[in-house]
């Protein structure tokens, strides 16, 4: 089984930055590609990024590109999500998924593990 947990969320203003940590448990870790996911008030949780086992390549969400950049250290069993220039529409609850099949899957079901979740607040 595998454990996550997320921190790093916290409130800050437009154009500031954040970054996120995710640490893992209970796995090898390099055998997971891992995932960011938020979930606004109201809506429904969508993908963000995605990094592979390795590292070496990811995927972003138009929405976060060029703003956001995730990267892992598998020597510390974190991914980190580095979030930049944020914006009001960012607030959200972000979560970490892990999957050790496929890598950069926007669909929640194909997930296996998830952490509870950090809030991140962006004021105007």
């Known amino acids: 089984q595998v454990q996550l947990v997320e921190s790093g969320g916290g409130l800050v203003q437009a154009g500031d930055s954040l970054r996120l940590s995710c640490a893992a448990s209970?796995?090898?870790?390099?055998?997971?590609?891992m995932s960011w996911f938020r979930q606004a008030p109201g809506k429904e949780r969508e993908f963000v990024a995605a990094?592979?086992?390795?590292?070496?390549?990811?995927s972003y969400a138009d929405s976060v590109k060029g703003r956001f950049t995730i990267s892992r250290d598998n020597a510390k069993n974190t991914v980190y999500l580095q979030m930049n220039s944020l914006k009001p529409e960012d607030t959200a609850v972000y979560y970490c998924?892990?999957?050790?099949?496929?890598?950069?899957?926007?669909?929640?079901?194909?997930?296996?593990?998830w952490g509870q979740g950090t809030q991140v607040t962006v004021s105007s």
């Open positions: 998924a892990a999957d050790d099949t496929t890598w950069g899957s926007r669909v929640l079901a194909e997930y296996d593990y």
């Open positions: 209970g796995r090898t870790f390099s055998s997971l590609a």
């Open positions: 990094i592979t086992w390795s590292g070496r390549r990811t």
